[in-house]
């Protein structure tokens, strides 16, 4: 940045719990002064807002939603927001969780059960163009060392567009190229080259390679524990 502000004047909330969604509208209005607030349930909806004009000057994400799982969402989110900085706001505020969220393109993340003064802290850091991490935040390791697996998936998964994440996202769910046209009203030629691209920007040679990359972004590899 050059020193000027952003402009956070407007909002995307994409959160599948209402009460929550009311509480934050709340909340942004107060403490950051936003005051145009809209709501989306679920990832395709808020990707078909992104796609119309004018952008929210932000978008407040949460991980956990129906059609989505994992950073898969915020992967495709930052692929359709272009320059619009996108805010994880989420329960599950774990470091590592956090330290992927950064990686895969938040500015910010802040757990969802925060105060409001740190909901204050993190708009006054984005408006002035940094990002923010919460208290006792500690990254997982060397920014210098070489990138896990895991990184090295959200990094390839990152490059996707919009149309091939969402290919991928369907050939995790078992579907077949002819299955996949169907239900994008798309011909099986297109997807069999959104297939072939999606292969060579993973760097894989399979649909399973591609499939087990896909996966290594979920939250079952962020949080074992939770299985």
């Known amino acids: 940045m050059d020193g000027s502000q952003r402009r956070l004047a407007t909002a995307l909330i994409v959160d599948d719990h209402p009460l929550f969604c009311d509480a934050l509208s709340m909340t942004l209005r107060a403490v950051a002064g936003i005051e145009g607030i809209e709501t989306a349930d679920r990832l395709e909806t808020a990707l078909a807002r992104l796609e119309i004009s004018p952008l929210p000057d932000v978008v407040v994400l949460d991980l956990n939603l129906p059609d989505v799982n994992g950073l898969d969402g915020l992967i495709r989110l930052r692929a359709t927001a272009g320059d619009v900085p996108v805010v994880v706001v989420s329960s599950l505020a774990d470091n590592r969780v956090i330290g992927a969220a950064l990686r895969a393109g938040a500015v910010g993340f802040v757990p969802k059960h925060s105060r409001r003064e740190v909901f204050k802290a993190a708009f006054d850091a984005i408006r002035a163009g940094e990002g923010f991490v919460p ?77 087990l990359i896909a996966q290594e972004a979920s939250f079952d590899r962020l949080m074992p524990e939770n299985g």
């Open 135 to 211: 208290e006792g935040f500690v990254p997982q390791a060397d920014p210098n060392a070489p990138a896990s697996q895991r990184e090295e998936a959200i990094s390839r998964l990152s490059l996707l567009t919009r149309q091939q994440a969402k290919i991928l996202q369907l050939i995790c769910e078992g579907m077949l190229n002819k299955q996949i046209a169907y239900e994008l009203t798309i011909a099986e030629t297109t997807v069999k080259a959104h297939v072939t691209a999606i292969m060579r920007k993973l760097g894989v040679q399979s649909r399973t390679q591609a499939v």
